[in-house]
DNA sequence: GATGAATGAGAGTTCATTCAT
DNA sequence: AATGAATGAACTCTCATTCAT
């Protein structure tokens, strides 16, 4: 099981390079399942209920042979962030590229679609967003530091839009883009946050267009 | 110490029914030097991190004491958030009623102002934000929670302002008052979580810029 | 119990500083037993197959207590060592004083009382004996090198009475000194391991003849 | 590596019934590496310290190979002893049979090379002495006994020197054989001992020539 | 024969909490 | 009311040993 249902979006452990020992590839084998069952594990009672021997005892697997495939357990937490990160930017990215539009109601085709996405990952298992957004950064200094990187990151990620839209003149001239895309994110953050309160269909649907109508036109009425 | 600088915003401490006799004065005191003990140790180490010893040595009591004043380790976190978001949400309510906004003109100058207080708040002491937003939903489920109704409770008090502002007529008639008030609010999130990083001034600024610009006349430009 | 014959000896720990309070007292009091039941455990199975649980529980604490009074294993060992080489040298040196003598004469009858002491000490309780000399030198590098330290303390003993009777006139002009210290030093250790496996008093006295006869006379038979 | 300038001294390894296949040999020769790996790593890190791993990793093999030639790791340190012991053994026995003497200056010339083969064998390589005299009797109960009956055989080996030289009339008549044997290896275990702490040929020289010094004529001023 | 993946007993250590003083 | 000594559950992590490949 795990975040299966964001397997589709063909996430970075499908591309890894292939080994070749039926050996190895066993090894390869345990250790996704050990980082998969990590999560489950720490997404149920939170990283620091969670003991290295309750990862092993969910997996069958005496927990000694924990420590053959992680340092420790912050090594495995890490781990597991990485693998939800990569998994949510690689299903952000696929087919998405700034450059793939030209106009502002293309703009928006994209955009509602990127919402789509995010909608299908986080939705499907609402445990990742919760995981990535209210747990992770409470681990400890370090971690709260990757989650901050992490939006950093993304914002530079809604920045790059921003910016084509500016130089193709659909968008303001004169906008702030990085300010903004941190803004425009916040909105997205935000609406992440709604969804694991209310998970169901309308709520999201319901931010996504308001969030849209934000975006592109403001709340104010025109002069 | 601790966040003094929000203290000036009448946090809800000195609102607490006074107590009377000399001897509870004393105990409410060191009940909230306690807090304010805590929160910094929290702040500075994390709350997994922090001992019962740690916040009473460095308060000179007996770590003994500690339970005379507060049930266990959970209760004090509790109530160090009870404390913070008080004072939070008292320091934005404090002369920004809805009511007080009677055009479009009047309510950007007091989104202006509640930015501004916001700067102060959380620019003042970047414990009590990060705190807040980055660790503590990440205590447990229960504290997970409290962090998400502290969201519905500001998205509620924003939906006020939008609310207020449709009645009036220079918002948007058929805006969608919840969801956009929680996209609002989540500008706001980022705008506090890039404090965090840059805790200048002027990207302070720009953000608080952008997300007006934002707020009021979207991204896009007119037809 | 513990090595009490040795107690007699006006050990380090009745000199030590006395404490104040009921309180301190207790406490100065487990942290003795502390030590003595350490040392116990540590003669009877070794140093690594002791666990601190061991000590803990043959002295009726929980093993969280242990802590409150020494920092680790490694401490609690240096603290038994430091007692038990403390305890040997009080001994040693007590009315023992290299100026106190004056003559071969008055020279033979102090180191038969040192030897006598010795076997009192060593005899008393083998335990002390075995674990300085057999097994704390083997628990680790430091400890190694305290061993050694010792070495090297008794030889500037002994190496004391030796300078004295070369002052006086009775020892040899031209004695080395030093390395002579270090070679009688060895005999007595060589008494000590031999009282080891043969603990009968008999033995021990034929030692200390033949050590008092190779040191005043040599083995060789006169030209 | 390993103690190899003992191995000059025609160790008990090169004596050993020479096998005959050419597999046989090679697992004798694996066999006899492992030995020396397991020295390397027991001298440089303590038993305890070392794990069966360190030992394969060194040696570049697989840990499991190592149980195919020793049973555990008790086993392998019994196998280390035993080879150090008996190194050092034939090192002195060589050439030094107590019947090779006559008279009390050739008792002299040959104690003086017993010396200095001990010299060159431990001096050589200290961490053999180190490893015999400071730690092995610290691993466990029965090793401390092998370790006092290696003494043991020692004293026996140097009564035999003595015995000669009493029915050969040139020591003593009356003396104590074997407890002057045991103090006089008691002397050379100082000599050892001092050569851990100063390496140099100085301090060793000196050391030989005190402990001639008191054993043939004592230290005290004739009548 | 060689390997190293798997194991789990067991180690040291921490710390929230209690309660006698 | 304040204290801090005592506690033991619970944790992380190591490593000697086994055994299927």
Redesign the interface.
Known sequence: MSFSSVRQYAGPMTTETTPVSRAERKKQELRREIIETAFDCFAER????TGIADIATRLGIGHGTFYRYFQNKRDIVDHVITDLVETVVAALAAENAPEAVSS?AEYRVQSARIGDVLGVILGGDPRVA?FL?????????EM?ER??DF??TAAQLTAGY?HH?VNL????AD??V???A??????????V??S??DPGPD?QA??S???R?????????RA
Chains 1, 2, 3, 4 share one sequence.
């Open positions: 939170g990283y620091h209920a502002l919760r957004l209210l747990e992770a950064a409470g681990i400890d200094a709260r989650v901050l939006y950093e921003l839209g003149g659909y968008l303001h906008l702030d990085d300010s903004t941190r803004a425009i994110n916040g909105m997205i953050i935000a609406a946050l709604t694991l309160r709520a319901r931010m267009s308001a969030i109508r934000v975006m592109y036109d403001g709340i104010a009425v």
